[in-house]
């Protein structure tokens, strides 16, 4: 079934809305992506409204991480999800998204990308 990102039929009480416009293309949305950590790299191209495309990634080990203390970005190995506030079965099945925080080789980071709708994972360093 498709995913439609228009107004409800309904109101809030229940009763039914009078529709003044039909459905447009433009209201369609697309199942969320779910970067997952994999030794395999892999995305996917999509080409959006405006004849744009969106890379989405959806299975990689890298991120860029930045470290405030040093002004020192480095490309590291992503080992494991430790927290994520989006879902807390994304801890288990080890998802990325916006403001999880990731174990990597310099320590623990919080992700600051839309890995789904950037295609790559750029994270922060925390401080201990």
Not at 61 to 79: E, H, I
Request: glycine share 6%; aromatic share 4%.
């Amino acid at each position: 079934m498709a995913i439609w990102q228009g107004t409800s039929k309904r109101k809030s009480t229940g009763a039914k809305l009078r529709l003044v416009t039909k459905k447009h293309k433009r209201e369609m949305g697309r199942p969320a992506v779910e970067t997952h950590i994999s030794a395999v790299i892999k995305r996917k191209i999509v080409r959006c409204r405006g004849a744009n495309l969106k890379v989405k990634l959806e299975k990689t080990n890298y991120a860029n991480v930045f470290d405030q203390v040093n002004k020192v970005c480095k490309k590291v190995l992503v080992t494991k999800v430790i927290d994520n506030k989006a879902n807390k079965h994304y801890i288990r099945r080890n998802v990325i998204t916006k403001g999880a925080i990731i174990e990597t080789e310099m320590g623990k980071a919080k992700v600051t990308s839309r890995p789904g709708q950037d295609g790559v994972v750029n994270a922060v360093l925390l401080s201990e």
